[in-house]
């Protein structure tokens, strides 16, 4: 039998008639990193918000270890807001030492961390400097650092890459794998990346308008769309959009079409087969194509198919 | 320690947030200098002090010569013989008259004030004298009232609270009048002798001027209210940075983890209390810069930084409940101001407000103002700093302001932890 670390039941959240989450019903189990990948808006950290006890759920209940999340005690959890939330006018070093006294975490030991976190990081040699002075990304890699000082077994980053150079990011990345493959903590993110969810979660959950549209791993996901290509077309002629839509719509073994961004996104098992038929039907209607390419399946193409548009930013 | 970690954050964030620290302790320094300017009386001539004087004074009979002797109208003749101290202009000029009279004095504002004398002020003068003599001490209060003995009737003196040259006057009267009683008893005590019984001549000794009152300022009377204007102040401080770290998310930060809402509130107060400390010696130092007649010593430097400490953990208890209800700083910032300017008014901090008397206790009449820590703190600071006076006379005070500070405290504490510390809504 699996081990599930959260449990929500039944989530919900309403701001004045509006629902932020909407029945979420989720299992997340120890040691695997859980991505929750949704556009703006999404309800994303609404719900980890409710799952963590900051935000009390207009429905519904979150249990952690099989216990009410409102009387767990915190120190199994850590949470990286997805804003910065520092304090301005101290140091990391400082900021560390004090997250991890208000953690009760013994002195010896919360040195040793606050170091190990800072040189894992990449900030030790900012250790003395006030969160005002830090650089964007700085910042955002203390941000991170201030959830992890009291070694939570449950780490819960919201949109942790936001903000961060590509080297920056690919440290995240290598840093989140390393939780849960060498200190087997629980990871939860979210992101708005598929690349990000894709490469790091066991397992993703799909949410759009406060709902749960699909919660697989990253495989399977791309399985459940189908094998295949994907075809990206764009038009020098954009207002001929819909008719080719029509057309492909229309076509013997196309999954879908749908025009994303000014592009004809097209997807079909055997897309590259289905090139020529195409072509000739533009070549009839006089359309000609700005820019073409043919690439595999990914999690972005599961997200079209499930919302019919792509993310919105 | 999890609240002495957050002192040490508190501190550190007001020492390094300079503009905000420059704030803090500006914005009343320069009150207290523009009311140093305008009441200070720098190059100001001594004026006398219109004075009406309604004397029910029944006179009585004085044991140790068994003659008639009427103190009330001893005191009257004092008040119309006092000069400023180095100086041959009257304090007073007195007008003797009626109490309806002199009601209708003040209140078209021919006199500053007028002193009342009880009928049995004279009896009272002798039963001061016979406990002098059982070397009891009973002192003056700087409220008005003057306790003449254990269970008498007291001089009043009364006047327009809203005009300023009331609250100047009814300052020298309450010093006169301990003068007064000073000179009177210790003039008796040491003339008597078990062999020669004084004569009640000795009595009518005047007094030819009451010290301190040379430069004795509506400034000096108001300099405390300005130090109990910037320890009000401090709630709105205390205000903004309580919001401030609401709306950063650092307060969801300290409340995923162990914190107790004692460690953030308790360990918050040090370090402010330490800036009503700061506030204090620095507005006094400016203070005395600007003419303020310090009394007391260095005794009454601690008491008054004691007094501080606790009208400023009354203005962080204050800011905390503004917290409760403002979303950001700045709404923090707006509605701090919008409490304490009235609070500062309330508590008498930029002049006396008309009596409303609600009740009784200790056989002092309760003001409805008396519910408000901050006019204790007024009362014991001007009571320490203006006039002098020690630890045991502004016990009354002290008593009141703990009692009423703790309460605010419990009642913010309670407030801010309901709407900020819980998981939101
Ligand atoms: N306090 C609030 N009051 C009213 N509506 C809110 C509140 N917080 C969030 N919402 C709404 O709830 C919805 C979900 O917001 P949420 O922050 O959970 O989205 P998200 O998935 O995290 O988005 P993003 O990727 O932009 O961070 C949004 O429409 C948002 O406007
Ligand atoms: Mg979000």
Not at chain 1, 39 to 60: F, H, W
Not at chain 2, 229 to 248: G, K, N, P, Q, Y
Not at chain 2, 404 to 425: D, Q
Request: charged letters at 20%.
């Amino acid at each position: 039998m699996e081990e599930y670390v959260i449990e929500a039941q039944n989530l919900s959240k309403d701001y004045s008639g509006f629902k932020a989450v909407d029945g979420l019903n989720l299992k997340i189990k120890k040691g695997e990193v859980f991505g929750f990948l949704g556009p703006n808006g999404a309800g994303k950290t609404t719900s980890i918000s409710m799952m963590v006890g900051l935000l009390r759920p207009s429905q519904g209940k979150v249990l952690i270890n099989g216990e009410n999340v409102e009387k767990v005690d915190k120190i199994v959890i850590g949470i990286c807001p997805q804003e910065l939330v520092l304090w301005e006018n101290l140091t990391c070093m400082e900021s560390l030492k004090l997250m991890g006294d208000m953690y009760e975490v013994p002195g010896e030991v919360l040195k040793k961390r606050a170091e190990k976190l800072l040189q894992d990081l990449f900030l030790m040699d900012k250790a003395d400097t006030v969160a005002s002075k830090l650089s964007g990304g700085m910042k955002r890699r203390l941000n991170l650092a201030l959830a992890l000082i009291h070694a939570p077994n449950i780490v819960v980053l919201d949109e942790p890459s936001e903000g961060l150079d590509p080297q920056s990011r690919r440290v995240l990345w290598n840093f989140i794998k390393s939780l849960r493959d060498n200190e087997g903590k629980t990871v939860i993110l979210t992101t708005h990346l598929m690349d990000e969810a894709d490469r790091l979660s066991d397992r993703i959950a799909i949410m759009d308008h406060g709902k749960l549209l699909l919660l697989d791993n990253p495989t399977n996901l791309k399985k459940e769309i189908g094998e295949g290509d994907v075809v990206e077309m764009k038009l020098n002629d954009p207002e001929k959009n819909n008719q080719i839509i029509k057309y492909l719509e229309n076509m013997h073994l196309i999954e879908s079409a749908h025009v994303i961004d000014n592009h004809i996104n097209i997807r079909a098992l055997n897309a590259v087969g289905l090139l020529p038929q195409i072509m000739r039907y533009l070549e009839d209607n006089n359309i000609s194509i700005a820019d073409l390419s043919i690439r595999q399946n990914t999690l972005e193409d599961v997200f079209i198919e499930l919302t019919g548009t792509g993310l919105r930013e | 320690m999890k609240f002495i970690s957050i002192a040490i954050k508190d501190f550190k964030e007001l020492i390094r947030d300079q503009r905000g620290l420059f704030m803090i302790l500006g914005f009343p320094l320069f009150f207290m200098l523009v009311f140093g300017f305008a009441f200070g009386g720098m190059g100001q001539e001594n004026e006398p002090h219109l004075l009406a004087v309604v004397n029910y004074d029944q006179g009585t009979n004085f044991p140790l010569t068994n003659e008639e002797i009427n103190f009330g109208n001893n005191f009257t003749e004092v008040l119309q013989d006092s000069k400023y101290e180095d100086s041959d202009v009257n304090l007073f000029n007195v007008t003797v008259t009626t109490e309806s009279e002199a009601d209708r004095l003040i209140k078209s504002r021919e006199v500053d004030a007028a002193i009342i004398i009880p009928e049995d002020f004279s009896q009272s003068m002798v039963q001061l004298i016979n406990s002098n003599l059982n070397q009891q001490n009973i002192l003056a209060t700087p409220e008005g009232t003057i306790p003449t003995s254990n269970n008498t009737t007291s001089v009043i003196i009364k006047g327009d609270t809203s005009f300023s040259n009331f609250g100047v006057s009814q300052a020298i009267l309450v010093g006169t009048l301990q003068q007064f009683q000073d000179q009177t008893v210790s003039t008796i005590s040491e003339t008597i002798s078990p062999s020669t019984a004084p004569s009640a001549e000795f009595i009518t000794t005047s007094i030819e001027s009451v010290p301190g009152t040379e430069s004795f300022s509506m400034f000096d009377f108001l300099a405390p209210g300005m130090m109990v204007f910037a320890i009000l102040l401090l709630a709105t401080t205390v205000a903004a940075a309580l919001s401030r770290e609401v709306e950063t998310g650092t307060l969801a930060r300290l409340k995923m983890s162990r914190m107790r809402s004692f460690d953030l509130l308790f360990g918050g107060l040090i370090p402010w209390s330490l800036v009503a400390a700061a506030q204090i010696l620095i507005l006094l130092a400016v203070a005395i810069l600007m003419s303020f007649k310090w009394q007391g010593g260095l005794n009454s430097l601690i008491l008054a930084i004691f007094i501080a400490v606790i009208g400023g953990i009354a203005s962080v208890a204050l800011g905390m409940i503004i917290a409760a209800f403002a979303k950001n700083d700045r709404q923090a910032a707006n509605l701090g101001t919008l409490v304490t300017v009235p609070v500062s008014f309330l508590s008498g901090a930029f002049f006396a407000l008309p009596p409303v008397v609600i009740g009784d206790f200790m056989g002092k009449p309760v003001q409805i103002y008396d519910l408000l820590p901050w006019t204790h703190t007024l009362n014991a600071l001007r009571a320490v700093l203006t006039f002098g006076e020690g630890l045991n006379e502004i016990m009354y005070s002290l008593g009141w302001m703990i009692v009423l500070t703790l309460i605010l405290f419990v009642i913010g504490v309670g407030i801010f932890s309901r709407t900020r510390l819980r998981a939101e809504n």
